[in-house]
């Protein structure tokens, strides 16, 4: 399970020492103590549930200024706009045409349902079960007994 070199307890290792290098003294500069400009301005607040927070004001940081954009002119805009408004016209027209043409297939495709419904229900009454050949139904046996009961 385990490799082989692992149950070698007189396996010895190479070992590195690393000497820390010590570094050079810095020498500081000496400490001039300075009068600030102005003495700042020491604010203390009461909190609500009495105790009382004192500090500095500072002054709140300022963002830093926005890059100056270069102004852009009347005539670009109008051409980008331009543009987009045409492309925007023909993606409608595009959409416009695939809706008719869609629409087209869809009536004819009605038509042509409607066609074989009619046509198949022609069909069904000429090529019908064949009790009528498209003549008027007569009872021959009732119109010999009226003929002979009329006639005789």
């Not at 385990?2 to 820390?20: G, N, S, W």
């Not at 600030?36 to 300022?62: E, F, H, K, M």
Request: charged share 10%; glycine share 10%.
């Amino acid at each position: 399970m385990y490799p082989d070199h692992t149950h070698q307890p007189h396996a010895q290792r190479a070992v590195e020492v690393h000497q820390p290098t010590p570094l050079a003294p810095v020498t500081a500069a000496p400490l001039v103590p300075m009068q600030p400009g102005s003495v700042p301005t020491v604010a203390s607040i009461v909190l609500t549930d009495g105790r009382v927070v004192t500090g500095y004001a500072i002054a709140p940081a300022q963002p830093a200024p926005l890059a100056a954009k270069p102004p852009v002119s009347r005539a670009a805009v109008n051409v980008a706009l331009g543009g987009v408004g045409f492309l925007a016209v023909c993606g409608g027209l595009l959409m416009l045409t695939a809706f008719i043409t869609a629409l087209t297939a869809f009536i004819t495709q009605l038509i042509i349902l409607a066609a074989v419904i009619f046509g198949g229900w022609i069909a069904v009454q000429v090529l019908g079960t064949g009790r009528s050949n498209g003549g008027t139904t007569v009872n021959i046996r009732k119109a010999v007994i009226k003929r002979n009961h009329f006639g005789g």
